[in-house]
Each structure stands twice: as structure tokens, then as C-alpha cells.
């Protein structure tokens, strides 16, 4: 006996990184910033929290919606304010993409995507990527209501080019989302694309280069009537005041956004540096995280849990392609310093050999 639809019950959920209890962690395990976000911000969330939190907040996040306008330059119309990315893919799922229907990703990519597909009961099928982590040249399914790209890509941190991103939204009959979640730490951007194609939706998130993940910050970009679509299927007040005061703060100071992703870019080449030397295959990232071959004897699972049981948490997936890579987050020099030393000695005392 079940209360629940089939495909809920089929389903085992989406498994979040671990977010320990207590302090004393180097967590590098799910993309946070290491870096403390814009005093402006913090300053903006207080003066919020006032008497007026009685009342409900715009619908609409009128405030945050025409600021992100303006920064991105595009108009208000085409912007949609989300509780954080992930409940604008929510909303994205539900409304294009009905049972049965048909949503591609790359392989591997953010396991989210697959998740709401299961919760939509839709059809879910992922297409390798190559490795080199390009997308292969039969990757377009015109058939698909929904194809997700998030680009960079994690857990790799590659870049497909905007060109051959324009291309696939061509071909393709339904939406494109491109997930700009770890843009800022990357030469380059698709954001213009939503002016070019009826079908492109790109997004974003200050959980990563705004540092402000706790706060569920997201927004959507494409034309207005995509976006007057995805209104119709959003929570009546999805994004709250605190929302609102912290996002056209963040929106105000770029200058703390983009100085802190230079100190990320700075030691994410460190980072890489420092893992080549250690003997692993790296490719090369244009996020706010790397992700890092080992070669036998040395396992990525070993290293993994020998360095939990230090308190340095980084990232590994059970899945094919993945099994002997760690994902790990840019920390600051010291964090990266300390991964590194513990990794040399694991190595080098054989404890993580199989
Ligand atoms: C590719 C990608 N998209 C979206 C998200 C979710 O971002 P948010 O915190 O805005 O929900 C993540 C978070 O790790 C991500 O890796």
C-alpha cells in the first residue's frame, strides 16, 4: 500500500553534498565561495528585517527583477526572479515538459535535472559527452520539450562555446536551458543568446560567485513570453524581502562579485597546478571548482574518505565516468594548501592505494 504516484515511489531523490554539523571543516565539497559576500548585502538583509516582514512580498520581485535588467542588460520583461536556481529549473520542468515527454542532458552533468525529470514523470535520457567534455556532434534530440546545458559544466567545470550552443538551439523544437550557475568564474557568457533565439532560457544564481548560497537567490533570462509562461506556474510569493533587499544590493556592488572570482580564478590555477604535481589528470576549469583524475594504484574513493575522516571534505561520485575523480571546490590558499598536504601524505604513506 503507497500514497504516492508510481514514479515517486520508483525514484531514490537527490542526494545534496554534505553539510556537516559542528565546525573545524575545509569543506570543498558542494561550490561555495570562500569568500565573505558584499558587506553591502549583509547590511541591506538587516535594514530588511523589519516590521514589514508582517506583509507579504511583491509577487514578482519587482525591485530585483528591473535591477538584474539593468545590469544584464536586458529588459525587465525578459527576467524572472527564482529561490535560487534550482526552483527556476523546478519551474521549468513543470511547465514545459508533460508525462512522457522527452528531457535531454549531457552525461555526466548535475544530477538535479534527472531528478525533476523523475518527479514530472517525464521521459529523462542523458547523451555522453566526450572527453574532452564537448558536447558530441549528435547531441541535439529536436524532439526534446526540454535540453539542459548548464555550462560551465559541473562536475567537470568545461565549457561548451557559445557558437555551438546557438547552433543546438536551432535545431532543436523545444527549450534550451543553458545553467549559468559558475559563469563568473569563465571567459565568457551566453546571456546574449536570449536576445538572439525564442527558445533559449539561460540562468543564474548568487549562490556561487555573490557568496550567497544561504540566501536561495536565482534568476531566468528569455524572452517575455517564455517568461510570462513560467509565471503562471511559479509560487504566488517565491522569492521573500530579505530576497529582494539582498539581491539589488548584490546587484550594486559587481565590483566585491568580480574582484572575489579573480582571487577564485588565482587559486583555482594553483589548485590545478598543485594536482598535476601530484601526478592527477585535471581538466582544464573555467569554474569555481576542478575536477581531478587519479591513476591506479592511487584511488579517488580511499583519498575521498581518508580525508573526510580528516575533516576535509571534497566531492565523489558513485556514478560511471566519475569513479576515480574527486570534485573539489577553490577554497582560499590555506584551504588549498591544507587538501594538498594532506593528499601528499596520504599518497606518499600509500593509505589510499588499492
Ligand atoms: C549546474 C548547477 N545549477 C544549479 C545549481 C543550483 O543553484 P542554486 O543554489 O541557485 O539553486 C547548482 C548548484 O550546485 C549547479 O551546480
Known amino acids: 500500500m503507497t500514497y504516492f504516484r508510481k514514479n515517486i515511489n520508483a525514484m531514490g531523490g537527490y542526494t545534496p553534498g554534505k553539510q556537516p554539523k559542528g ?44 535591477k538584474a535588467a539593468d545590469v544584464f542588460g536586458v529588459e525587465p ?27 535531454i542532458t549531457p552525461y555526466p552533468t548535475y544530477s538535479l535535472y534527472e ?3 523523475e518527479i514530472q514523470g517525464a521521459r529523462f535520457e542523458s547523451i555522453d559527452f566526450e572527453e574532452d567534455y564537448s558536447l558530441p556532434a549528435d547531441f541535439a534530440r529536436p524532439d526534446a520539450k526540454i535540453t539542459f546545458v548548464p555550462n560551465p559544466n559541473s562536475p567537470s567545470g568545461t565549457v561548451v562555446p ?44 548568487f549562490s556561487k560567485s555573490f557568496s550567497l548560497a544561504g540566501m536561495r537567490i536565482g534568476f531566468g533570462f528569455a524572452q517575455k513570453e517564455i517568461i510570462d509562461g513560467l509565471i503562471k506556474v511559479k509560487d504566488s510569493y517565491n522569492v521573500n524581502r530579505l530576497f529582494i533587499a539582498a539581491a539589488v544590493a548584490g546587484l550594486d556592488d559587481m565590483e566585491h562579485v568580480r574582484g572575489n572570482a579573480q582571487k577564485i580564478r588565482e587559486n583555482r590555477a594553483h589548485l590545478t597546478q598543485q ?11 573555467q569554474s569555481n ?9 592511487v584511488s579517488a574513493r580511499r583519498l575521498f574518505e581518508e580525508l573526510e575522516a580528516r575533516k576535509i ?27 594538498m598536504g594532506a593528499m601528499a601524505e596520504l599518497v606518499e604513506s600509500k593509505a589510499v592505494v588499492v
Not at 553591502?40 to 528591473?66: F, H, N, Q, S, W
Not at 527576467?79 to 508533460?98: K, P, Y
Not at 555551438?164 to 545553467?179: E, H, N, Q
Request: aromatic share 8%; hydrophobic share 40%; net charge negative.
Open 23 to 66: 565546525g573545524g571543516y575545509i569543506k570543498l565539497n558542494t561550490n561555495e565561495n570562500p569568500f565573505p559576500p558584499s558587506p553591502k548585502v549583509l547590511e541591506a538583509i538587516k535594514e530588511a528585517a523589519d516590521d514589514e516582514l508582517r506583509k507579504y512580498p511583491d509577487p514578482m520581485g519587482t525591485a530585483a527583477r528591473e
Open 77 to 103: 520583461g525578459m527576467v524572472l526572479c527564482g529561490n535560487g536556481s534550482d526552483e527556476l529549473l523546478t519551474m521549468i520542468v513543470r511547465a514545459f515538459a508533460g508525462e512522457g515527454d522527452l528531457i
Open 115 to 117: 531528478t525533476l525529470a
Open 162 to 205: 557559445k557558437d555551438v550552443l546557438r547552433d543546438l538551439a536551432g535545431k532543436l523544437d523545444g527549450i534550451l536551458v543553458i545553467d549559468e550557475a559558475y559563469v563568473e568564474f569563465a571567459d565568457s557568457d551566453c546571456l546574449g543568446l536570449v536576445n538572439e533565439l525564442p527558445n533559449v532560457i539561460v540562468l543564474r544564481t
Open 275 to 285: 594536482l598535476r604535481g601530484l601526478g592527477a589528470y585535471v581538466w582544464p576549469s
Open 289 to 297: 571548482f576542478v575536477l581531478a583524475r587519479f591513476s591506479p594504484p
Open 313 to 339: 571534505l571534497v566531492r565523489y561520485f558513485k556514478y560511471r565516468r566519475l569513479e576515480d575523480c574527486l570534485r573539489i571546490t577553490v577554497g582560499t590558499r590555506q584551504e588549498i594548501d591544507a587538501l
